[in-house]
Each structure stands twice: as C-alpha cells, then as structure tokens.
C-alpha cells in the first residue's frame, strides 16, 4: 500500500479547489481563468454565468462525498465498494463509507494523464478478460495494485443486470477476501418481481448491519430520505424544462446530475445542486434562450455517455447539439413516503429496482418498462431528433437487444439513431476525434 | 448399428430419426436452453424437450444482425439455426435467464415469431436464498401453468412423478458410464461420451435410457483405451460438439471427467423422488451443481472440480470459455489460481463455439499443456 492513497494524493486536493470556489460568478470567473484553458476539463462549463453555481454546487456534493470517506477511513468506519445501481441514501443511513468502483475509475480518467488505462491493464495482466468492463476494472486496479486501500465490504447491485459487473465484484471480493453482498434482480418489473426485490434489499440491509456493526436508525432513515425526496421532486422539475425548444437545460448537467445522484442524494450538499441546475435553467426558459446557444439537434443518448473527454461536452455545446438526456440519467422514481421505517426501505428498494441500467437491462425487451419502452417514451417526450448508441464492449445484454431498440425508435417515433463502438472510459477503443467525426458525419447525412 | 453409433448418429444432426417418429405420431417438441429448465415439467406434458445447439452452423451472417460481434458464438449460432429455419420443428421454445447473452437471444428469438409458443424467459435468481428458492419455484410454476394452456394438456403429479423416475434413470445410468471413464482403460473415449450426451437431449427419454442400458452393456466387454499420455478434465463453457476433446485426445490426453453443462452439471444430482414432485424438482434445479452465473456458489463450483478431478485422478484440467463469456471467464481465472495452489495443472483455454476455427492455435496450447504435464 502507498504512503498515500489517490484519494488522498490526487483528488481531495482537486475536489478541496473546486469546492473552495466563490458562489460569486464574477470572483470565480477571474479564478476559473488562471487555469490554462487545456486543462480546465469538465469546470470549464462553470464558466457560464447561469451554469456556474450548479457546477460548484456539484463540485461541492462530490467534495462532501469524498470528505466522508475520508473521515469514514479515520474514525474506522466501514468502507463499502458498491456497483454504482445502487442508492447511496441506504449508505448514508447506515453510517458508514461508501465508494463505488464506477466513480473511482470516472475520476482517474480525468485526473491521470493516461486515464485509467495503467488500472484496466493491470486487471488484463491478472488475467481478467478482455471483455469486461473498464468501469469496474479502472476502479479495481488501484485497489488490486495497492494504490488505494481494500475495503472492508464489497456490495454488488448488478446480479440480474449485469453478469459482467457481478462477476467482476465477485471477483474482486475474493480476490481481496473481504465478505460480499448482493442483491439480486428478477427479470420483471412487475408487483411480483418487486415483492421479491423488497425482500432481497431488506436482506442487503441486514447482511450491511451484520458485518459493519451498525444499526439503521430510523430517525437518521427519515433525515436521510427527506434530502432525497427534495432532490427528486427538483430532479423530475428540471425534467420537465428538458420538453423546451431550446432546452433550457445545459449538456453538463446531464452528467453532472447522475454524478451527485449516484453520491450525495440522501445529503443536505445534494439539494442545492439541483436548486442551482433548476433556477438557471429557469431563467434561460424565461428568456427564451437554449443551453446551447443556437440549438441545432436534439439527441437523447440511449446508453451511456462519454466520460473519458469532457471537452467533448463543450464541442456539442459548439455545434448547436443539445443532450436531453442519456439513459444513466434516467430516474423514473417517485418521493418516498416516509411515514414508517418499513414504508421508507420499500421506497429505497422501489428506489434501487428502477435504477438506470438495472431497470432497463433485467428482462425481455418488449415489457413495458423496458429499455425499449423507456427510450421511445423519451425521445418522443423530450421531442428528440435523433438518438446516440454508445455501445461498450462489455455491455452483452445491451448489444444483444440494440438492434430491435433501434428497429423500435424509427418505427415508434420516427428518428434515426447513431451507433458508436466506444469505451466510455478508454480512449484507446475510440479516441475523441473519431467520435467527433462519427457524430458530424452523421448530422450531415442523416440528419 | 451399436448403441454408440446410434447415439453419436443422434447428436451429430439437429434432427434424427427419433424426433421424426416423434413428430409422426403428433407429439410436440420444445426447445430449451439450459440446465435450470426442468425438463421433467416438459416431458409430464407429454412433450420432448430438447436442448438447443448450434450443430451444423458454420456462418452467424443472420443472427449477427441481431446480436453482435460481442455476443457469444453459441449464442449467435442458435439464433442463426432459427433464422435458417433449422428449429421449425420446433412446437415451443423456453428460455432461462442464463446469462446476458441468453437474455438478448431471447428477445430477438421472440421478435422473429417464429416458434408458436415463446414465452417470457424464466427468471432464475442469481442468488441461493429461501425467498430465491420461493421466487424459483414460482416461475417453474407459471410455466407449468403456460404450457398446460396451450399444449390443452394436463401435467398431473402422477405424470410428474413418473418423469422424475425417467430422468433419474437417465442420472443413474450416466453416472455408471462416468464411472467406467474413471479407470485406467476407459471403455469410452471424451469424444464419443459428450455425443452420448447431447444425444441424450435430443432424443425421447425412454428410448435414450434404453439404448444408455445397451451402451453400458456394449462397454462392460470392451478393451478399453491406453494409448493416451494424460487424464485430463474439461471444466466451462457450452461444449456440445467433440471437435475440442478430438483435438485433445489426438495429442494424448484423454479427458475422463468434466464440469460442463452438458455433462455433469446437467445429470450429476438426481430430483428426490418423495414429496411434493414441484416442490422436489424446484429444489433441485435450483441448487444443482452451479454454472458460474451464479454469483454467490464460487466455492461450490470449486468444490465439484476438485471433486470431479480427485475421483477420476486427472493430471490436469482444462478450463475453457467461449469467447465474450466473462462469467466462465472470470471464474476460469479465480479456478486457476486456486487449481494450481493445489498443485493441480490449469490450461485456461478461450475459445470459439462449435467447430473449431482456430484449431491451430488450440492445438498448440493443449501440446504445450501435455508437455508441461509430462515435465
């Protein structure tokens, strides 16, 4: 084990920075500018007067987030590595620290002049195959290599979803010979399936309590869920401004939002994220302006994003492309009734059951609510122009039903869809400006 | 034509004789895809169950359409049989929720409507749990339920009763044959016991039972094979065509055992034959031997290898996978390192389903192994 781990070298320095930064426009402008403007990366979007205090806002749910495991590390707290789909808030109302392997790999892709890529390697030189995901495999291998310490729990949501996530946390807990924990999803959405979810997630809890000590406390439960149904009925809000031509609401945001979702939701930092989002956006909708400045296409992202170049999210600003959304940051979930502790963990597992990904990738492609459904229900709500595929290698299920996806969207709603082969988190698989070009020469000729 | 010959004749086509007599007479048949549907419910029915394979498919050019390149070659190969109009004999198809794989195979074998009755994918929990083995026996309940109605046939539980028997003495009888593999002159080589076994999924129950009981017979009088260098296992991915242990055994290792799910894992525990029969093949199935889609049974898989391997004195084991497959690819890499601390010999083997492309290079690997046994 290093003296120091990343996050203690590399980014709570980063995330103490940007989370320092003055809620005033005009004194953050002039600091935001001393940083060459090639190295500005995602905070370069801060620079947008409206878009500003969202931004720091995020930055400083993120920094909250990382404080916390921090201090979680210090005071012996239990650290728990978790598949993303799974929501922090029943983290945060046991009391102990959790990190999830997609944020870890996420960041070092923007923080290490490589990405991920020394981490991914790593796990393929173990003997991993080549055809997992470099989400998971960028988040293990600095714990593998010893570059950041092991946790003490690792808890799996993707048993249902994912073969490929659970595998690789399967791994990963015997490989570090820790207790694993999961939660398995049934391949239908329907009452049933959710009874049978409730029961799984209550499981996850008690298997939580049993190994860490701690206790869910139903008042710190009800805290808890009470920040969460806040950021939820100002996430659903801002959603509905997405309708809007010109979105009013910017391409950063996208990410941004299922960034604090997927960390702080759950916490009083996570609020006024959204707060922020929901007010600019707001004010570009009163006075008739797009985020984008002139909005040129409208496209909904039908998979994941691009997280290795957040450069590319200013040059679709650039050419007029607005992102209404992509599926990770699709949260078809409702406030949580809180009027018992029973009634607050079946929301939580409610919750949990209509996580991106785990919602839309469990079952057959045809149910209702499927990654079918939910697509065509966006693009035509969203009033999209067309759609974007980014399909990740490790990614079977979704591959396996993309072409009747595809096939679906043009029927139903009439738009054409773009597929890129793409690593989200490897440039080495499709670099930036392949993508740039695949994107442009599909506006040209199709749209 | 002696009992090996009539079975290997069976698992050489996706059709024989047996199915045709079958049909002839108006019986059903319905396609399956994995070791966690009960196939006593589907026999009860009075309907054949039998095991999809991608025999004879040299090309996915169809089914890559549909699936991708990132999808498993078995998976493509089966889709591309339906798509050909292979499986048109086919009166049914059931799904389990095996993998990803098989989930998007799913979709895309319902949306081409072929097969006149296709229903939802069952869905086996990922986890040994009470509330798993609840939800489970649910699901092969709905099922039961889906196939009464529109087969218009009663499965009662005398009829499931007597598939129970039927199965298990198909069980019974594999078991002996594995015990005959087990000693220093096999009667049998891998080869010719993996199509014994896939001949046994494609075919009537009574009839493959009756030509196993010939089979053993046929073995008891004979010599035996001693011209190999090393026992070998074979642990992984789908296998259902010989032309990896051909290779194998051409070089000098025999392969005496496996962990595959059309060997061991699909016989190797039989249904109780007491109680409530639903309840009985519920619990069997859903705590059989498990394939490593199954996130939580790692050490139970390990176990049954080691088992597997001690009983039958192998030399070394081969774990393969097929090629996009990460649940026997990650478990291959965990089995190898706790194979070889044990100081048993691991080749992990990735490779293509069905008819070897890549023969070379699997040649050379499996050489370099044997040597390294031999050293």
Not at chain 2, 238 to 258: C, K, M, Q, S
Not at chain 2, 306 to 319: E, N, S, T, Y
Request: net charge negative; glycine share 8%; hydrophobic share 35%.
């Amino acid at each position: 084990m290093k003296e120091k781990s990343i996050l203690e070298d590399r980014l709570m320095p980063l995330m103490d920075m940007a989370s320092g930064l003055p809620d005033d426009f005009s004194k953050g402008e002039r600091m935001l500018k001393m940083i060459p403007e090639d190295r500005r990366g995602m905070i370069g979007g801060f620079l947008d007067p409206l878009s500003y205090k969202m931004g720091v806002s995020a930055m400083k749910a993120f920094s909250s987030y990382f404080k916390n495991l921090e201090q979680g590390r210090k005071e012996g707290k239990k650290v728990i590595l978790h598949s993303f789909n799974i929501p922090p808030e029943i983290f945060h109302a046991l009391d102990v620290a959790p990190i999830f392997t997609e944020l870890f790999t996420t960041l070092a892709v923007n923080v290490f002049p490589n990405g991920a890529e020394k981490y991914i390697d790593y796990c393929h030189e173990k003997g991993l195959p080549d055809s997992l995901c470099s989400a998971q495999l960028g988040g293990l291998g600095p714990i593998l290599l010893g570059d950041e310490p092991k946790p003490d729990i690792v808890v799996s949501g993707a048993p249902g979803s994912c073969d490929t996530n659970s595998k690789v946390m399967e791994y990963c807990a015997k490989t570090l010979n820790v207790p694993y924990l999961q939660i398995d999803t049934p391949a239908y959405n329907d009452e049933r399936g959710l009874d049978y979810y409730k029961i799984a997630f209550r499981d996850l809890i008690s298997g939580i309590e049993s190994i860490s000590g701690e206790k869910l406390d139903p008042d710190r439960l009800k805290e808890v869920v009470g920040y969460s149904n806040r950021a939820t009925e100002l996430y659903h809000e801002i959603n509905e401004l997405r309708r809007a031509v010109p979105c009013p609401v910017p391409n950063m945001y996208s990410l941004l939002s299922y960034g604090v979702r997927f960390t702080t939701v759950g916490q009083p930092k996570a609020v006024p994220f959204f707060e922020a989002a929901l007010a600019s956006s707001k004010e570009r909708m009163k006075r008739g302006e797009g985020a984008v400045g002139e909005e040129n296409v409208r496209c909904l992202w039908v998979y994941t994003s691009i997280y290795f170049d957040p450069e590319l999210f200013g040059w679709l600003d650039s050419i007029g492309m607005t992102v209404l959304m992509d599926m990770l940051g699709w949260f078809p979930v409702t406030p949580i009734e809180t009027s018992s502790t029973d009634a607050m963990i079946d929301g939580l597992a409610e919750e949990m059951f209509n996580y991106p990904m785990t919602r839309q990738m469990r079952g057959p492609w045809d149910a209702f609510d499927s990654w079918t459904g939910d697509m065509v229900h966006l693009a035509k709500k969203l009033n999209a122009d067309c759609c974007i595929f980014t399909g990740h290698m490790a990614c079977k299920r979704a591959w396996g039903t993309f072409g009747l996806l595809n096939t679906r969207i043009k029927e139903d709603v009439g738009i054409p869809t773009l597929t890129l082969e793409a690593d989200s988190w490897d440039k080495r698989i499709t670099p930036t400006p392949v993508i740039k070009g695949k994107i442009e020469d599909f506006l040209e000729m199709v749209i | 034509m002696s009992a090996l010959s009539e079975l290997t004749k069976v698992s050489e086509a996706l059709t024989n004789s047996h199915i045709e007599s079958w049909k002839g007479q108006g019986k059903k048949v319905l396609g399956y895809n994995c070791t966690y549907m009960p196939e006593e419910i589907v026999h009860a029915a009075g309907i054949l169950p039998f095991r999809m394979r991608g025999t004879g498919c040299t090309e996915t050019t169809l089914a890559d359409s549909y699936l991708a390149t990132v999808n498993c070659s078995f998976a493509r190969a089966c889709l591309e049989l339906l798509i050909e109009g292979k499986y048109d004999f086919f009166d049914g198809a059931i799904f389990v929720y095996s993998c990803d794989h098989m989930c998007a195979t799913h979709s895309n074998w319902k949306a081409h409507g072929k097969t006149p009755f296709m229903e939802n994918i069952i869905s086996v929990p990922h986890t040994i749990t009470e509330y798993g083995l609840k939800w489970y026996r649910d699901e092969i309940g709905i099922f039961r339920d889906k196939l009464e109605e529109h087969f218009e046939v009663k499965i009662t539980e005398e009829s499931l009763k007597d598939a129970i028997n039927t199965c298990n003495e198909t069980r019974s009888l594999l078991k002996r044959l594995y015990e005959l593999r087990r000693s220093d002159t096999p009667p049998i080589t891998g080869a010719q016991s993996l199509s014994v076994l896939v001949a046994g999924t494609s075919m009537p129950k009574d009839q493959y039972n009756q030509l196993l009981k010939e089979l053993l017979n046929e073995l008891a009088g004979s010599e035996g094979v001693s011209d190999y260098k090393h026992k070998l296992m074979i642990s992984g991915s789908e296998i259902d065509d010989p032309a990896l242990f051909n290779i194998i055994e051409d070089l000098g290792g025999l392969v005496v055992t496996d962990s595959l799910c059309f060997g061991t894992r699909s016989f190797w525990e039989p249904v109780r034959e007491n109680g409530d029969p639903m309840d009985a093949i519920s619990d069997r199935y859903y705590k059989h031997i498990p394939c490593p889609r199954m996130f939580d049974s790692y050490s139970k898989r390990l176990d049954f290898v080691k088992d597997m391997a001690k009983k039958a004195d192998v030399d070394g084991i081969i774990l393969e996978s097929i090629k996009y497959c990460d649940s026997h690819g990650v478990d291959n890499v965990m089995l190898e390192g706790d194979l070889e601390d044990k100081g048993i010999p691991v080749l992990v083997l990735e490779r293509e389903y069905g008819a070897l492309a890549d023969t070379g290079r699997i040649r050379t690997r499996v050489q370099a192994f044997l040597e390294r046994i031999s050293r």
